[in-house]
């Protein structure tokens, strides 16, 4: 059974950097496309950030890049997402998603909270 | 990017009734290799989003036959046949052709 567990939310200064993480089981890590996907309080969904580890495949939103970076640990079957320089815009929930079937985001985990704020 | 706009954007809905939800890109989601990524998704209160739908019509394992989806090139909708209280929620639509992949801003699904 697929399973996603992020961590590493919490409450940080404009400026300040989080490290977020996610704990995958169930499938083959390296070889999907995984992604980071935020929502910001009463807002809709955006998508971050993804990776294929296999393909060597990364991309970013404009919002985030320069600022964030995405990364695999396949012998820990992790997921990290680096976030620099943050701004209260980031504030947000973070997801991580697993693609399946040949298409995003088929799994979800229960999200982790990141809040930007002096 | 990639833009969708979902209509309505609320709908409240009599219980067995049907429902329909309509997803617009401003540019075609057919994709190089021939499919077509547009996804539905499903975020019932206080919860993460599920994916009800991909590549326009194929449901996902566990996603009641009253949910189905069509569509091509940029013009989309997700159809719920007989309202149930459990299909409460925001309903989003997505693609996952052009980078960024993109949502639409979503539906709010009520019981009337």
């Known amino acids: 059974q697929v399973q996603l567990v992020e961590s590493g939310g919490g409450l940080v200064k404009p400026g300040g950097s989080l490290r977020l993480s996610c704990a995958a089981s169930?499938?083959?890590?390296?070889?999907?496309?995984m992604s980071w996907i935020r929502q910001a309080p009463g807002k809709g969904l955006e998508w971050v950030s993804y990776?294929?580890?296999?393909?060597?495949?990364?991309d970013y939103a404009d919002s985030v890049k320069g600022r964030f970076t995405i990364s695999m640990d396949s012998a820990h079957n992790s997921m990290y997402l680096q976030m620099n320089t943050l701004r209260a815009e980031d504030t947000a929930m973070y997801y991580c998603?697993?693609?399946?079937?040949?298409?995003?985001?088929?799994?979800w985990g229960q999200g982790t909270l990141v809040t930007v704020s002096a | 990017d990639v833009v969708l706009t979902q209509s309505p954007l609320s709908l409240p809905v009599t219980l067995g009734q049907p429902a329909s939800i309509s997803c617009r890109s401003s540019?075609?989601?057919?994709?190089?290799?021939?499919?077509?990524?547009l996804n539905w998704f499903q975020q019932r209160p206080g919860q993460s989003p599920r994916r009800l739908i991909y590549?326009?019509?194929r449901r996902d394992s566990g996603v009641p036959d009253r949910f189905s989806g069509s569509g091509s090139g940029t013009d989309f909708t997700l159809k719920i046949s007989r309202v149930e209280a459990e299909d409460v929620g925001v309903y989003y639509c997505?693609?996952?052709?052009?980078?960024?992949?993109?949502f639409g801003q979503g539906t709010k699904v009520e019981i009337k």
């Open positions: 590549k326009v019509s």
């Open positions: 540019q075609s989601l057919v994709y190089s290799d021939g499919n077509t990524y």
């Open positions: 998603a697993r693609d399946n079937d040949g298409a995003a985001a088929g799994n």
């Open positions: 169930g499938f083959i890590f390296s070889d999907d496309y």
């Open positions: 997505a693609q996952g052709t052009l980078w960024p992949w993109t």
């Open positions: 990776i294929n580890s296999r393909l060597g495949i990364i």
